[in-house]
């Protein structure tokens, strides 16, 4: 079934990253959620996943192209482990092509992982990947 959002075609592609998912579990039980993490005792490590900027939005303030930034945060409580499940993210996903569910994907550019902590949390760290994918819907 094709996937309704370039986001979830990323989804499904991140899903096929061994050394991600060695993290964050596989298939339907895999730790990935759009936007926010469930409130309350989520499972560590998981990943979030948001558009930052879509295409359209960069057409409407007169800029040229359109490519989206998707950024997608790692969430560890261990800052090594964290660190190398940014890293494998970038690994898995930079200078990427390829059809994935009804997305040819032409290249996703990857950038970080760049280390965050929130103050108010204790050995709780995110490493965030910002993509830029190229990509048509086929």
Same mark, same amino acid.
């Given at each position: 079934?094709? =996937? ?10 991140? %899903?096929?990253? $061994? ?5 964050? +579990? ?9 936007? *926010?993490?469930?409130? +309350? *005792? ?6 979030? &996943? +948001?558009?930052?900027?879509?295409? /359209? ?7 040229? +192209? ?7 945060? =790692?969430?560890?409580? /261990?800052? !090594? ?6 890293? $494998? ?11 994935? *569910?009804?997305?040819?994907? %032409? ?7 760049? =280390?965050?902590? *929130?103050?108010?949390?204790? /050995?709780?760290? !995110?490493?965030?990947? /910002? &993509? ?7």
């Amino acid at each position: 079934m094709a =996937a309704s959002s370039i986001e979830e075609a990323i989804v499904t592609k991140i %899903k096929s990253i $061994a050394a991600v998912t060695a993290y964050i +579990g596989t298939g339907a039980n895999a730790r990935i959620y759009f936007m *926010d993490a469930p409130e +309350g *005792d989520t499972i560590l490590p998981y990943i979030v &996943l +948001g558009t930052i900027s879509a295409p /359209n939005e960069a057409q409407s303030i007169g800029q040229k +192209g359109g490519q989206p930034l998707i950024q997608v945060s =790692a969430w560890h409580r /261990n800052k !090594q482990n964290g660190l190398d499940l940014g890293n $494998a993210l970038i690994e898995g996903l930079d200078h990427f092509s390829g059809t994935v *569910d009804g997305y040819l994907i %032409k290249y996703i550019t990857a950038t970080g992982p760049t =280390a965050l902590r *929130d103050p108010d949390y204790y /050995n709780l760290y !995110q490493y965030v990947v /910002n &993509l830029y994918p190229e990509y048509d819907r086929s």
